[in-house]
């Protein structure tokens, strides 16, 4: 999701299978991206955004973008075909070499709008205005996860002919060169950088502030005070803040600002652990759905008495894969 007023550009470099004609009947390569509340639920295709940055089929000489939303079949972004745009590829073939697809979705000025490239030429744009409000807000106010796969049949290749079939060549490959996201842009309420100097522990910490970070992504917080909120936090992801000071009297209790609009049955612990992701968490709280992704509380624990400067890691660990909490703030107490 890209800062409040800026943009983000997501895009890769890739040769589709070098395979046409009979052969290639069925293929069906894709660079994609699908909204992060789909992990865990399933069924909230395709109100939650698909953005498909590049699809293929057959071996053809063609690069289809299309963007998901709304509601199924029908509805206002005409699903399950979408609202899409093509173009072929420059130059070489999409098959013969490799080519840049990117989407870049830009908040810079109204109506925001998501464009769609081949090699920096921009053969496609999706704007807000296009369908209602409550459309684009739920295909948009929330963080992506990038995909991609090559998938042999279904409901595309079957527009163009089906297969696979007996005449079809298995065995060629997507190739990937590189696969890059990068965001600019942004003003006011956007994402807090990590200080200078050290951290008080006493007072509210900016989860998007952290110095490093594993799985994580930000987006637009709606909490009280805006800014933004780390989220798509799922089992195993991390984030680190470096030189918070607890003093010498020693902290006790651990706060977080926290948010899940996961399914029934996923869950998951936000631990606090103390200079290495390896040592124990010195205290953790489990979380599961609070009633939305960005309905806010804030949740306490007990922690092991704690002072001096140390560096903090969030962990996030669940028994389930899919995303289970967004986080706004933290802080301790004595």
């Known amino acids: 999701e890209p800062p409040t007023g800026g943009k983000l550009r997501v895009q890769a470099r890739i040769q589709l299978p070098d395979v046409t004609g009979a ?7 894709a660079f994609w991206a699908l909204g992060s509340p789909f992990r865990g ?10 953005l498909d940055i590049m699809e293929n089929v057959q071996g053809l000489d063609t690069d289809w973008a299309t963007m998901h939303c709304g509601t199924s079949p029908g ?24 080519h840049t697809y990117a989407m870049e979705w830009d ?3 109204g109506p925001e709008q998501i464009r ?6 921009v ?5 807000a205005d296009q369908v209602d409000a409550t459309t684009w807000a739920n295909a948009t106010r929330h963080g992506y996860f990038v995909i991609l796969d090559v998938a042999m049949g279904g409901g595309f290749p079957g527009a163009f002919g089906g297969g696979p079939d007996g005449g079809t060549e298995p065995g060629h490959p997507m190739t990937v060169d590189y696969v890059q996201v990068l965001t600019s842009g942004g003003g006011g309420g956007g994402t807090t950088p990590p200080p200078t100097g050290h951290r008080d522990a006493y007072s509210p910490v900016q989860a998007e502030s952290y110095d490093s970070q594993s799985g994580v992504s930000t987006e637009t917080a709606t909490d009280s005070g805006g800014g933004q909120d780390i989220g798509s936090l799922a089992n195993g992801d991390w984030a680190l803040y470096q030189g918070v000071d607890f003093g010498s009297a020693g902290a006790r209790q651990f706060y977080a600002r926290v948010a ?10 936000v631990e606090v652990r ?11 709280f489990a979380v599961g759905s609070t009633g939305g992704w960005q309905s806010w509380h804030t949740v306490p624990a007990n922690i092991g008495a704690v002072s001096g400067t140390h560096d903090v890691y969030l962990t996030f660990t669940s028994g389930q894969p899919a995303d289970f909490v967004n986080v706004n703030w933290f802080d301790f107490g004595h």
Do not use: M
């Open 23 to 29: 052969a290639a009947k069925g293929y069906w390569p």
């Open 41 to 50: 639920n399933y069924w909230n295709w395709p109100g939650v955004g698909e």
């Open 75 to 98: 509805g206002p972004c005409n699903e399950t075909t979408g609202i899409g745009g093509s173009t072929p590829c420059p130059g070489a073939t999409c098959q013969a070499g490799f």
């Open 107 to 109: 908040r810079s000025a």
């Open 116 to 121: 769609f490239s081949v090699d920096g030429t």
């Open 123 to 127: 053969f496609h744009t999706v704007r």
């Open 260 to 269: 899940s609009g996961a399914a029934n049955g996923v869950s998951g612990l």
């Open 274 to 284: 103390l200079d290495s992701r390896g040592d124990a968490p010195v205290g953790s």
